[in-house]
T-cell receptor, first 110, second 111 residues
């Protein structure tokens, strides 16, 4: 099992550019999550999803969109990147007791 | 949503026992308490989960008083490799819900 995978690992964007962060899990989990973590801070929930086609807003959804393509994949899109979105983005899936996290995507917006 | 409060930082020395307390005054009946550990540049990873009384596994113990308004993560005989950020979360075990992380406790273990 690969667990939770995220692509890309690193990305640099210019202000106004768009991009999609990809996340996939092979543990057959229903619920998936996107978090962002700014330097020296805790994780903040952006969006989460119970199943294919279902998504809910977290603490900081503005500036982001998500798609739960199928049970395995949950993508996060930045339509018009801003410097305030410079952060590390973590995807997670929820098992019976715990969340499993991916390795993160380090995004810099210039 | 049950909000959690933890100390921002703690310091310890190798070989000592470390206790990190988390307050969750408005915990709901169906909520469990889960602790995660995060190293720099990595995602959090699960340490332990409990509902009431005491839970112990190979790396930690979790103490939960009868009123469940707080919990204490106990790390026995810490080493330098236990230097990390520790997060306490409250929510239904395995249930679909808005899992919110607090600021966490930054533990520094010194030689």
């Amino acid at each position: 099992n690969a667990g939770v995978t995220q692509t890309p690992k690193f990305q640099v964007l210019k202000t106004g550019q768009s991009m999609t962060l990809q996340c996939a899990q092979d543990m057959n989990h229903n619920s998936m999550y996107w978090y962002r973590q700014d330097p020296g801070m805790g994780l903040r929930l952006i969006y989460y999803s119970a199943s294919e086609g279902t998504t809910d807003k977290g603490e900081v959804p503005n500036g982001y969109n998500v798609s739960r393509l199928n049970k395995r994949e949950f993508s996060l899109r930045l339509e018009s990147a801003a410097p305030s979105q410079t952060s590390v983005y973590f995807c997670a899936s929820l098992g019976p007791n715990e969340q499993f996290f991916g390795p993160g995507t380090r995004l810099t917006v210039l | 949503l049950a909000k959690t409060t933890q100390p921002i930082s703690m310091d310890s020395y190798e070989g000592q026992e470390v206790n990190i307390t988390c307050s969750h005054n408005n915990i709901a009946t169906n909520d469990y308490i889960t602790w995660y550990q995060q190293f720099p540049s990595q995602g959090p990873r699960f340490i332990i989960q409990g509902y009431k009384t005491k839970v112990t596994n190979e790396v930690a113990s979790l103490f939960i008083p009868a009123d469940r308004k707080s919990s204490t993560l106990s790390l026995p005989r810490v080493s330098l490799s236990d230097t990390a950020v520790y997060y306490c979360l409250v929510g239904e075990s395995g249930g679909y819900n808005k899992l919110i992380f607090g600021a966490g406790t930054r533990l520094a273990v010194h030689p």
